[in-house]
């Protein structure tokens, strides 16, 4: 069975640090693009970043570059989000998700199978 595990959220002051881990099992992540997206109460999904299969290539949404680090961690067959400079608007449920093409694309249609989510609130 295919599953993504997410953990790391929390509650985080502005100006803080979170690290996203997705955790897959029953698949080897390396061999997918995966995603971040993030989804706030009344919003649709954004994508973050995601990251190629291959070339492990990453990109990033203008809200988080220059804050945000996607990275695999492949010997835990896990991929990290590293979340620095919170801001309150970065405040959602977060997922990651897998995409059976070698390819990322910051668009949530395009991903075959989903975690669960993670919540992240960024509040003083």
């Known amino acids: 069975q295919l599953q993504f595990v997410e953990s790391g959220g929390g509650l985080v002051q502005p100006g803080g640090s979170l690290r996203l881990s997705c955790a897959a099992s029953?698949?080897?992540?390396?061999?997918?693009?995966i995603g971040w997206f993030r989804q706030a109460p009344g919003k649709e999904y954004e994508g973050v970043s995601c990251?190629?299969?291959?070339?492990?290539?990453?990109y990033y949404a203008d809200s988080v570059k220059g804050r945000f680090t996607i990275s695999r961690d492949n010997a835990n067959n896990t991929v990290l989000l590293q979340m620095n400079s919170l801001k309150p608007e970065d405040t959602a449920t977060y997922y990651c998700?897998?995409?059976?093409?070698?390819?990322?694309?910051?668009?949530?249609?395009?991903?075959?199978?989903w975690g669960q989510g993670t919540q992240v609130t960024v509040s003083s």
């Open positions: 029953g698949f080897t992540s390396d061999y997918y693009a």
């Open positions: 990251i190629n299969s291959g070339d492990d290539r990453t």
């Open positions: 998700a897998a995409r059976r093409i070698r390819l990322c694309v910051l668009d949530e249609y395009e991903y075959d199978f």
